[in-house]
């Protein structure tokens, strides 16, 4: 086997030799400051985000104990004609509390007060690079609250997807967020 290199390879590399000398561009840790204080507005909405979470669970367990108490336990679809399967969960759903206002639309006003907060600080977390663990840490959040229904999936894809946002929350010391709320 030879050894010399080829006139072609030699120029080549010789013309690479100035764009490897070029420096590389210097790492921001504007962002990473941006990050964090955004990270902190993260935490004061995933605070809110749980709170309303435990409301809701405990306002659908009222709802399932109002509904068995009733007798009108929870009847799955096809298990009886489709009239008398609506007529049931009808009946059903006049239980249900009025506690939680809705707006026009019939969506909770708290929960559009949270995603209103929500989904811009994530989308504003995201577009920043971040350059240190610290700054990688709020994004490992911000990501696992923007993904959270992957802890309910059990498809390949989204196993994977899960796995590979708990694997760089663990390197960050994060706990994924929808853990976090079942804690």
Same mark, same amino acid.
């Given at each position: #086997? ?7 390879? #030699? $120029?080549? =590399?010789?013309? %690479?030799?100035?764009?490897?000398? @070029? ?7 504007? /962002?990473? %400051? ?9 935490? %004061?909405? !995933? ?5 309303? #979470? ?7 367990? %009222? *709802? ?10 929870? !009847? +799955? ?5 489709? +009239?008398?399967?609506? =007529?049931? /969960?009808?009946?059903? &759903? ?14 909770? !006003?708290?929960?559009?007060? !949270?995603?209103?907060?929500? *989904?811009p600080t994530v989308d504003a977390i995201m577009k920043l690079n971040a350059t240190t663990i610290a700054g ?6 911000? $990501?696992?609250?923007? &993904?959270? @229904?992957?802890?309910? /999936? @059990? ?8 796995? &590979?946002? +708990?694997?760089?929350?663990? &390197? ?8 976090? $709320?079942?804690?």
């Amino acid at each position: #086997m030879s050894s010399t290199l080829s006139r072609r390879a #030699m $120029v080549a =590399a010789a013309a %690479a030799l100035p764009a490897a000398a @070029e420096p590389l561009p210097a790492l921001s840790l504007d /962002n990473d %400051a941006k990050l964090l204080r955004l990270g902190a507005e993260l935490d %004061a909405v !995933i605070v809110e985000r749980q709170t309303q #979470m435990t409301i809701d669970l405990r306002t659908h367990a %009222a *709802w399932m104990a109002a509904c068995d108490a009733a007798g009108l336990p929870k !009847i +799955e679809r096809g298990s009886l004609p489709d +009239e008398e399967w609506r =007529a049931h /969960n009808k009946k059903r &759903f006049a239980l249900y509390p009025d506690d939680d206002p809705v707006d026009e639309h019939g969506c909770s !006003i708290a929960w559009e007060r !949270i995603h209103g907060k929500m *989904w811009p600080t994530v989308d504003a977390i995201m577009k920043l690079n971040a350059t240190t663990i610290a700054g990688l840490s709020v994004q490992a959040k911000a $990501v696992s609250l923007s &993904f959270s @229904e992957l802890w309910d /999936n @059990e498809t390949d894809w989204e196993d994977h997807h899960r796995r &590979f946002i +708990e694997a760089v929350c663990a &390197f960050t010391g994060v706990t994924p967020v929808p853990l976090a $709320v079942q804690s």
